[in-house]
């Protein structure tokens, strides 16, 4: 008993540290995502990216959402993509891409803190979305959509309306990420405390072998894929400042996580929206082992 009570104690500090941090930068960049809707920048960037999206087989509309969630997050995709009427094979596609490279600023944010370029992080997630749309474009079963069937279009809300929207949720998910990032850190603390995080790290090591990674990184890769990178910040940045793991490791397993991440909640929701569960999760598995083997492959070349 008197080890958990000092994992709880220990687990504070390093948890309120991590979530301070995010908050932070969640409450400036939603508000100047919110200003970018409300101004039409957004729509407007969605506009000129609409020629691209036939490539990937997919209807000019589905740039809106492709755009909304790679600066805000999947709801805001999956919100958009709910107003279109695509087939599996068309919402599979996008899917993929939204996942691939989703709220971009904020997450991309979090795997700098742990050591990784934030030039790379962009550069490998946003390539991964469009090379994994134009594959899975010639490799599913199914032909282009040309044109989204016409949706209903919403009348444009007033700033005062979007401010009140944008407070109320931005709330619920600071608090929603307190409790989890508090929780994760706990569950950090006493895993370690115990060993068992070593018996997770013997288990998983052969699927971390096969993925390019190193096994000490094994439980921030199973808290990032069930959970996200935001929610698992708080374990991956006091791993990474403690020396858990090194540098390199690190970068390695961002440019995994960074394309195949949250795949519970996320994969269910897209596949909700209409997305196919296996060709979502298979296909940036696929893909992120590539990254991190070329990486691994180039850097030896390279020595």
């Given amino acids: 008993m008197s080890r958990f009570v000092t994992c709880i104690k220990q687990a504070g500090p390093s948890a309120f540290k991590t979530i301070w941090w995010l908050t932070k930068i969640m409450v400036t960049l939603s508000f100047v995502i919110l200003l970018l809707q409300y101004f039409g920048i957004i729509e407007w960037i969605s506009y000129w990216l609409t020629p691209i999206f036939s490539h990937f087989g997919l209807p000019g509309e589905a740039a809106l959402a492709y755009v909304s969630g790679y600066f805000v997050n999947c709801y805001s995709a999956i919100a958009v993509m709910t107003t279109l009427e695509l087939s599996t094979r068309a919402a599979t596609i996008l899917s993929v891409m939204v996942l691939c490279s989703h709220n971009m600023i904020v997450e991309t944010a979090v795997q700098h803190k742990t050591g990784s370029s934030v030039i790379k992080i962009v550069i490998v997630r946003t390539l991964s979305a469009f090379i994994l749309g134009w594959v899975l474009n010639k490799i599913m079963p199914g032909g282009f959509e040309s044109q989204a069937v016409e949706s209903s279009i919403q009348d444009k809300l007033t700033f005062a309306v979007m401010l009140k929207q944008w407070a109320f949720r931005t709330t619920k998910n600071i608090l929603t990420m307190a409790l989890l990032v508090y929780l994760l850190t706990l569950l950090q603390k006493i895993l370690t405390e115990f060993g068992i995080i ?39 940045i006091e791993e990474a400042e403690k020396g858990e793991t090194t540098k390199e490791e690190n970068d390695l397993l961002n440019m995994h996580i960074g394309i ?28 992120s082992l590539i990254w991190v083997w070329f990486f691994r492959v180039y850097k030896s070349m390279s020595q």
């Fill in 198 to 236: 070593q018996y997770i790290s013997r288990f998983l090591k052969p699927v971390m072998i096969f993925f390019g990674l190193s096994p000490r990184c094994a439980f921030l890769w199973l808290v990032s894929n069930t959970l996200g990178l935001a929610y698992g910040a708080g374990i991956m």
């Fill in 260 to 287: 195949s991440h949250s795949n519970l909640e996320d994969l269910l929701l897209f596949t909700a929206a209409g997305g196919a569960y296996l060709w979502m999760l298979l296909s940036r598995w696929g893909m």
